[in-house]
């Protein structure tokens, strides 16, 4: 079965700096990876997601991420953290056919200092 | 506007009294989901269905039942709530290929004691 590990689950930075969260995988074929972001009361809205190609991607607000398949790794990146971004970011992982089933890391809060 | 839609947002119940959360989207979307969400457990999946009348369990199915009588609707029922299943849950939908992003619903606070 897959998992997801988020290893920070806290972390602070300052506006302005820039970030990187950390996403582990467990999945034994290619695998679906999405980041999610969800601001207090509110749900989940999809930053970006990972299919094949370009290891790269880049996402909405300001967001990337790189595959790293010899990591089993997907980490999310911002150059420069606004106070906006203070939120809980979730990595999934998707398997079975087209990634019907999600599986989620337990999530990294993000404060942000001004 | 396209949305997911969950009843009731808020819901304290008691031990063994059943109750149902509805979910119900706009976006004729064919596949629907339902998760819990506990802390630092993440989002955990219940069960989904790729359409109608075709559902199967997810990770962490017990003590739940879905049906899935209409596209737009995708009902999660507790037939005996129990204490351990106080938690916030949320529904989202996807339509069958594309990018496989999923739309979540704003999430159903559940607390049974």
């Known amino acids: 079965a897959q998992s997801v590990t988020q290893p920070d689950i806290h972390i602070t930075v300052s506006e302005g700096a820039s970030l990187e969260l950390r996403c582990n995988y467990s999945?034994?074929?290619?695998?679906?990876l999405f980041w999610y972001v969800q601001s207090p009361g509110q749900g989940l809205q999809l930053l970006l997601k990972?299919?094949?190609?370009?290891?790269l991607v880049q996402g909405i607000k300001g967001f990337e991420a790189e595959f790293k398949r010899s990591q089993s790794s997907f980490n999310l990146r911002k150059p420069s953290v606004h106070w906006s971004d203070a939120a809980e970011y979730f990595c999934a992982v998707g398997a079975g056919n087209a990634g019907n089933m999600l599986t989620f890391g337990g999530g990294t809060r993000l404060m942000v200092k001004p | 506007e396209a949305q997911v839609t969950q009843n009731p947002r808020y819901l304290i119940t008691v031990t063994g009294k059943k109750l149902t959360v509805t979910c119900s989207q706009n976006m004729n979307h064919e596949y629907m989901s339902w998760y819990r969400q506990d802390p630092g457990l993440g989002l955990r999946q219940i069960y989904y269905?790729?359409?109608?009348?075709?559902?199967d369990k997810g990770d962490v199915p017990e003590g739940y039942k879905v049906s899935r009588k209409e596209k737009r609707n995708f009902p999660l029922i507790l037939e005996s709530p129990s204490p351990n299943q106080t938690s916030l849950y949320f529904c989202a939908s996807r339509p069958t290929g594309g990018t496989y992003e999923q739309y979540f619903g704003p999430g159903t606070r559940l607390t049974v004691t």
């Open positions: 990972y299919f094949s190609g370009d290891t």
């Open positions: 999945y034994g074929a290619t695998p679906y």
């Open positions: 269905s790729m359409n109608v009348e075709v559902t």
